[in-house]
């Protein structure tokens, strides 16, 4: 069983940044994304990266999606900048390889006003 595991949430003020952390150990995950909820609202994807990187409307040019990808270890970042109050949610990491996708377990940003 994959496990995904997410730091870097927090609070932070409008016009902040952020950058989030999930890294899997023994994966062979191909493909990585992150998604958010919101309340109210569902799960939608803000960003992936596998050959290419994809990002929703609402965060390109603000949010930028890597990854490194060490000896037994990936890790895939969200580099989140010029954070506004509507990007508050909980931002879920998932992942792919050949046998499933997997998710992680959710961290919570909060952007004031």
């Known amino acids: 069983q994959v496990q995904l595991v997410e730091s870097g949430g927090g609070l932070v003020q409008a016009g902040g940044s952020l950058r989030l952390s999930c890294s899997a150990s023994?994966?062979?995950?191909?493909?990585l994304g992150w998604y958010r909820q919101a309340p109210g609202k569902q799960r939608e994807l803000v960003a992936s990266?596998?050959?290419?990187?994809?990002?929703a409307d609402s965060v390109k040019g603000r949010f930028t999606i890597s990854r490194d990808n060490a000896e037994n270890t990936v890790t895939v970042y969200l580099q989140m900048s010029s954070l506004k109050p509507e990007d508050t949610a909980v931002y879920y990491c998932?992942?792919?390889?050949?046998?499933?996708?997997?998710w992680g377990q959710g961290t919570q940003v909060t952007v004031s006003s």
């Open positions: 998932k992942g792919w390889n050949s046998d499933g996708a997997y």
């Open positions: 990266i596998g050959g290419s990187t994809n990002y």
């Open positions: 023994r994966s062979r995950l191909t493909i």
